[in-house]
Structure formats: structure tokens, C-alpha cells
């Protein structure tokens, strides 16, 4: 009896332990009331300010979804605690809250930019309990490019932020690479101004791929008016062992090597806004 005096304390505080272990782990899949994942770790405190590192850019002017341009100060704090992300929208960055009503506008919107990077953010937020991998987080998103610019006659695609080249890529195009894409087959890869839609590595010969935003709405209209379809799927991609020294061999979309792939997939995010001109 005397050792299972002794024993019984013991056998309680491991108890104890185990229950607290569990029950962390219990609450990580936990959702509030309005089905929001309940986040734990570290939370924002003021004194942070002090911590921020050189390599993230508090002078970037972020909109929230009524177009109110946000300062450092006011969106630092429900981004850090992952109550909201960052995303690009046709060359500007946008506030993404994590409430319901925001969540379920996002999904109901099949034409919403960077949609699936979005819900991504909102499904696995940043559960780091460091100050400063957080802040690298923060700081890598926001030196991300903003705009690619694709020039095809000279095969030529330019990753920039603020105005300024940070890398040049060489590039294929479609088959029949001279002029706008008007229809499905046309071998053409198009003009004018869209977006990077779904990022994703492939379980093909093409490795990764980016979306382009193509058709747009007016590409759609003239289409039908000369009774086409105006064709889908323009990627910017990876290329086969067998296409290493081709040219212009695509359908229609813009193809790099699979070394210059991973490279845009460190700098450009979804939602990167991309020109493509003749």
C-alpha cells in the first residue's frame, strides 16, 4: 500500500500530461461557430513592431474588399495572426479576411482571382510560433513579382515588381505564333492583358504549370460572333525532354525549361497580373 501511495501521485501527472497533449492536438482541427479554423500559437503584440525584419516592405499599400487602401500598421496584425492573407489582383495587393461571409463569397465565385490560393491560406494558416518565420513568411510574399510581361516576337518573358526586371526567361509559343488567339485550334498563344489563375505541379511529362486567364470575356463574345469556340487552357509551362530544342511547339501556350519553372514558382504567386504583346 505504502508504494502505491507513492505511485498513485505520479500515475496522475503523467495522466495529467497526456490529456493536455491530446487535447492540444484535439484543438487544431477545431472550427468556431461560423466554421472558421481556430488558430493556435503565437498572436500579434505591439512590441512586434520592433522585430520587423529589413526585408519586408512596410511601405506597400494593401486594399482590403471595399477598396480602402490599408497601411503597414492596420493589416500587419490579422495577417500575422492568420486572420487574413495577402493576394494579388491585377497588379495590386488585396486583403483576403478569413470570416464566413468573405469564405463563402470567395467560393461562390467561380471567376474569383487566385481563388484556389485564397482558400488554400484560409484551410492551412500559419501555425509558426516564431516571430521571425512569421515575418519571413509575410516579408517573401510581399517581394513576390507583381507583373509578367511577355513579348513574342522577340520570345522573350520579363518577371518584374515595381516597374523594374528581376528575371528574363526565353520562351516557345503555339505552332502559329503571329497574332491573338481567336478560336480553339488556332495554335495561337494570345494578346492582351489577364491574370496567372492555379498554380500546380503535374503528375505528367510537363512537370509545372501556371494558368492564364484566358478566355476573358471579350475573347468569349468574339468568339461566338463568328460561331468558334475560343478555346482554354493557355498555360505557361514546362517543357518534355523530347521538345529541349524546339520551337514554338505548343498549342498555344508559353513554354520554359523545367529549371526556369521552378524559378517563377519562387517568385510569382497567383494572381500575378500578366501582359502578352504581339
Not at 481563388?115 to 509558426?128: F, L
Not at 492582351?192 to 494558368?211: A, E, Q, V
Request: proline residues 3%; glycine residues 6%.
Amino acid at each position: 500500500m505504502r508504494y502505491l501511495s507513492l505511485i498513485f501521485p505520479f500515475l496522475i501527472i503523467i495522466g495529467f500530461i497526456f490529456w493536455k497533449y491530446n487535447k492540444k492536438d484535439d484543438k487544431a482541427n477545431l472550427v468556431n461557430k461560423e466554421g472558421k479554423i481556430i488558430k493556435y500559437g503565437i498572436q500579434w503584440e505591439d512590441s512586434f513592431h520592433d522585430q520587423v525584419p529589413i526585408s519586408l516592405d512596410t511601405t506597400i499599400i494593401i486594399d482590403d474588399s471595399n477598396g480602402k487602401p490599408l497601411r503597414f500598421h492596420q493589416y500587419i496584425k490579422p495577417i500575422f495572426n492568420g486572420d487574413a492573407m495577402i493576394f494579388l489582383e491585377k497588379g495590386k495587393w488585396k486583403l483576403q479576411r478569413f470570416t464566413k461571409s468573405a469564405i463563402d463569397s470567395l467560393m461562390n465565385d467561380d471567376f474569383a482571382i487566385a481563388r484556389a490560393d485564397r482558400y488554400q491560406a484560409y484551410r492551412n494558416p500559419d501555425s509558426s510560433n516564431s516571430v521571425k518565420e512569421k515575418f519571413a513568411n509575410i516579408a517573401h510574399r510581399l517581394n513576390m513579382a507583381d507583373n509578367i510581361l511577355v513579348i513574342k516576337h522577340q520570345r522573350k518573358m520579363y518577371i518584374q515588381r515595381k516597374g523594374k526586371n528581376l528575371l528574363q526567361f526565353n520562351i516557345n509559343l503555339g505552332g502559329n505564333p503571329i497574332g491573338h488567339k481567336q478560336y480553339e485550334g488556332d495554335n495561337k498563344t494570345p494578346e492582351g492583358i489577364y491574370h496567372l489563375d492555379t498554380k500546380f505541379t503535374r503528375t505528367d511529362k510537363i512537370y509545372k504549370s501556371f494558368m492564364i486567364s484566358y478566355p476573358n470575356k471579350t475573347d468569349r463574345e468574339n468568339a461566338v460572333k463568328k460561331g468558334l469556340k475560343p478555346g482554354s487552357s493557355i498555360l505557361i509551362h514546362a517543357s518534355t525532354v523530347k521538345r529541349k530544342n524546339a520551337r514554338d511547339w505548343t498549342n498555344g501556350c508559353i513554354a520554359l525549361t523545367n529549371a526556369e519553372m521552378d524559378t517563377l514558382f519562387n517568385h510569382v504567386i497567383e494572381g500575378t497580373r500578366i501582359e502578352i504583346k504581339k
